[in-house]
């Protein structure tokens, strides 16, 4: 039964109808089922299957766009579920989230700005498109002790990079650890441009960022 509704959930996504997502997802909240089940075996694969397809040509930039409204009304559904299964952890940081300068892509940063909320962090989140001094300034004023730079083209993965080097100029960089994430971004990627770490997922950012915060 809750297998049938995530896979509901997945084919509804793909199919690009936002409202039967909507529904399905309330309907599986309803049910008992976790919401963390629900976007990780329900809305993420299908928001992987839709990146397939307009990767092979099957699908075009609309097809993406209404997905991505589905799936962001689905989120929209479950982020108060989420919090109010909150932990409050004392070693909780604070962090400031972004995409970076030039990307739009919102889910997978939000998402994890999501689950970092949900697990107790403080989360200054800035949206998408953020230009490099909208990271430092707010860092400055949140007295952050972390980052978050989101990135999903391979041409503005090295504004991650001008975030670092704007961090270290300003004099920030000694309180902050840095994390990157995004579907082209790599651990390898993170290294070389002197970022503290990454994570492939929203669940991974979570424990990457507690480790991080229990370092500074
Ligand atoms: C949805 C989507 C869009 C939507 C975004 C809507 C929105 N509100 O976010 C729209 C339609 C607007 C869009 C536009 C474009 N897109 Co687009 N898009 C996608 C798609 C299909 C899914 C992205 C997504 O939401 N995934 C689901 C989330 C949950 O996953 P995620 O983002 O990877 O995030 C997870 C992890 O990466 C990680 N993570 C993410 N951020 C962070 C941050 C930190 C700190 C950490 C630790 C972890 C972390 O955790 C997240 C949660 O698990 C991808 C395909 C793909 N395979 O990624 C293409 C894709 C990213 N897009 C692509 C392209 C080319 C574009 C456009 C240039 C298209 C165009 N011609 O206009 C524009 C760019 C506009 C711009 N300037 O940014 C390409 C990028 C190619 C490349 N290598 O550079 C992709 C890969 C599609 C493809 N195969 O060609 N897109």
Known sequence: MSNGLLAQITDSLVAGDPDATVAGTRQAVAAGLE?????????????????????????????????????????????PELKARRQHRKSAGTVVIGTVRGDIHEIGK????????????????LGVDVPVDGFVARVREAGANLVGLSALLTTTMRGQKDVIDALEKAGLRGQVKVMVGGAPVTKKWADDIGADGWAQDAVAAVDLASRLVARV
């Open 110 to 125: 939000s998402l994890v700005a999501t689950m970092l909320a949900a697990n107790g962090f403080e989360v200054h989140d």
């Open 35 to 79: 919401p963390l089940t629900i976007i990780e075996n329900g809305l993420v694969p299908g928001m992987r299957i839709v990146g397939d397809k307009y990767a092979s040509g099957e699908y075009f930039l609309p097809n993406l766009i209404v997905s991505a409204s589905g799936m962001k009304q689905a989120m929209a559904v479950l982020e």
